[in-house]
């Protein structure tokens, strides 16, 4: 690898080993950054996959149980029905922190259920329905958000991931190769002075 363009002297030396010193550090700390994200990455996938089984199991309900409404009292009338009913839902921003990072969470707030059309007409075919369905809203708004945090979290690993590898496999040995390199010169250049200072003495004792 090639080693960075510096002139082998003592200040440089000093420069190079400093900064030797803080591509190490950093590599340490991004690496234990790495393997945090990693960790709280596996972790939000694993919330995923339970997420999809309680969403499959909660689909398994609610759609037989608006075919069960449409078996009972026919379409006409369920649609009849859901045109009295009005909900009005709403969404909550949150903010979770997850290995140092702010991530937005939303959540919805479910609505209570309430009578929306005559008693005589109310049967418990449309109650179980609108609960399959505010339960299976939930669940798909939970869904939302822990995979929005999921890709976020997926994009910095990978980003830190790049940071590691461009630290351990580029800045750290090019630096450490200067590093060696400016050593070996001063050595070389102080094995001369030492040598030419012995010549000089000699040569001085030599003529007296």
Known sequence: MARLPLAPTKSNLLSVKEQLSIARDGYELLEQKREILVM???????????LEADIDKQIAKAYPSLKRMFMAVGRDR??????TVSYEYHLEEKRVILAGMTFS??????PKRRLAYSYLNSFADCDKVMIDFFELLRLLTDMASIRTIVWRLAREVKKTQRRVNALDKQVIPQTRETKTYIESVLE????ENVFVLKALKSRNGGNR
């Open 105 to 110: 969470s939303v959540s919805v707030n479910l």
């Open 40 to 50: 709280e990455l596996m972790q939000m996938v694993e919330k995923v996959k339970l």
């Open 188 to 191: 070389e250049r102080e094995r």
């Open 78 to 83: 369920t649609e009849r029905v859901a045109k």
